[in-house]
């Protein structure tokens, strides 16, 4: 079992920047696929980012070049910096943890990114 906690969500102006984490409650990142999902108001939450076990990411395209994922293992920690954004980024984050040995999922309770000037 594994507990996931975001935080770093809040107001941004377009343009700006944010980092959210997710700080989990065991450290053997060696052991997950990580990912970072958003969902709009009214819409389906979407894949904006993912993180192999062996540290390959993926974005979605709308993101590429403004979001980057990263991890920190001693600080239990995956993050998304989020450059450049548009009022469309809009939405709760949410990290999920996938057991790449059991296939169970774990999710964090999201957090909430709001651009607007």
């Known amino acids: 079992q594994v507990q996931l906690v975001e935080s770093g969500g809040g107001l941004v102006q377009p343009g700006g920047s944010l980092r959210l984490s997710c700080t989990a409650s065991?450290?053997?990142?060696?052991?997950?696929?990580m990912v970072w999902y958003r969902q709009a108001l009214g819409k389906q939450r979407e894949l904006v980012a993912d993180?192999?076990?062996?540290?390959?990411?993926n974005y979605v395209d709308s993101v590429k070049g403004r979001f980057t994922i990263t991890r920190d293992g001693a600080k239990k920690t995956l993050y998304l910096q989020m450059n450049k954004v548009k009022p469309e980024d809009t939405g709760v984050y949410y990290c999920?943890?996938?057991?790449?040995?059991?296939?169970?999922?774990?999710w964090g309770q999201g957090t909430q990114v709001t651009v607007s000037s």
């Open positions: 999920k943890f996938v057991d790449v040995f059991t296939g169970e999922e774990y």
């Open positions: 065991r450290s053997n990142f060696d052991n997950y696929i």
């Open positions: 993180m192999t076990k062996r540290g390959n990411t």
